[in-house]
Structure formats: C-alpha cells, structure tokens
C-alpha cells in the first residue's frame, strides 16, 4: 500500500474548504447558522480600521478636553466671614471678620492703578480702631453668642 500525502493548501484554500463545509452542514440541518453568521459577516479591513480610527479620534479629544480642564486654575474657598466699612477721620476703613472670629482692619486708598486694600499691621492703630467701631459702631453690645454667656456669668456673680 503506498502512502497518502495531501497536497498542502493555501490558507485560502483552507478558508474556502471549511466554508463549503459550513455551508453543507447548514443545508444539512446539522447545526444552527444564526451566531456564526453574525461572527462571518465581518468588514473589510479597511471599514475596521477606519472604525479604530474614530475610535482614537474620540479618545484622543476626550483626553484633550481633560487635559484643558487640568490646566484652568480652580478656585477654592478658604475663608469666609462678613466685613464692614466705616470712615474715621475722613479715611474710609474695613473691618474683616472671618468665620473663626478673627478679625482684621485694612484702610482703602485710591491709586493710579485702581482701589488698594492696605493691611494695618500697627498694633495701636489696631487697637484704637477696634475700640472706635466698638463704642460708635456697635454701641458697646456684644452680639456674639459667646460673650451673652460670659455677661450671664458675670450677672449671677
């Protein structure tokens, strides 16, 4: 008996053989086709990567976007408080109280390049100022919660 050995196929060729097969099964009603046809009926090369392009195109605009976003510098709340503007001595002043009840006093002065808020930084200044808005201002009274009860504690004594 003499050997048999198939004549090598193309991949082509190959491809086309399993096809037929496929194909005859199907006539056969050897099996369903429906989810393999799905899976044949694939694009051209070309369709799939221009598809991939898009794909990049959307992704790199996406990352573009985020990258803009990164750059902006955002702006965060660190204080707050209210302030209150009075005059003294024909000088217009601002008293800043923030939230943790600190509190500061800056004097406006009008310059070529616009308003400027200048800080007083001497204490007697500071002082004399606090006392002003204290006695004119506020008229002596407290309107903290925290200084009504050191008045109650004050009073039963």
Do not use: C
């Not at 199907?26 to 221009?50: C, H, N, R, W």
């Not at 702006?75 to 500061?104: I, Q, T």
């Not at 001497?122 to 008045?151: I, S």
Request: glycine letters at 6%; hydrophobic letters at 30%; aromatic letters at 10%.
């Amino acid at each position: 008996m003499t050997e048999f050995y198939p004549k090598k196929q193309t991949p082509e060729e190959v491809a086309n053989g399993l096809r037929e097969a496929f194909r005859q099964a199907i006539k056969d009603g050897v099996m369903d086709a429906t989810p393999y046809l799905k899976q044949m009926t694939f694009k051209s090369d070309i369709e799939k990567t221009e598809a991939e392009i898009k794909v990049l195109q959307k992704k790199l605009e996406l990352l573009k976007e985020i990258e803009t976003h990164k750059s902006q510098p955002r702006m965060n709340l660190v204080k707050k408080g209210k302030f209150e503007s009075v005059s003294y001595n024909d000088k217009e002043y601002l008293r800043l109280e923030f939230a943790d009840e600190s509190h500061g006093w800056y004097k406006r002065k009008h310059t070529v390049d616009g308003l400027v808020m200048v800080a007083i930084t001497d204490g007697e200044t500071h002082r004399l100022l606090e006392g002003v808005w204290f006695n004119d201002v506020k008229k002596g009274k407290y309107d903290d919660e925290p200084y009504k009860n050191v008045r109650a504690y004050w009073e039963e004594k």
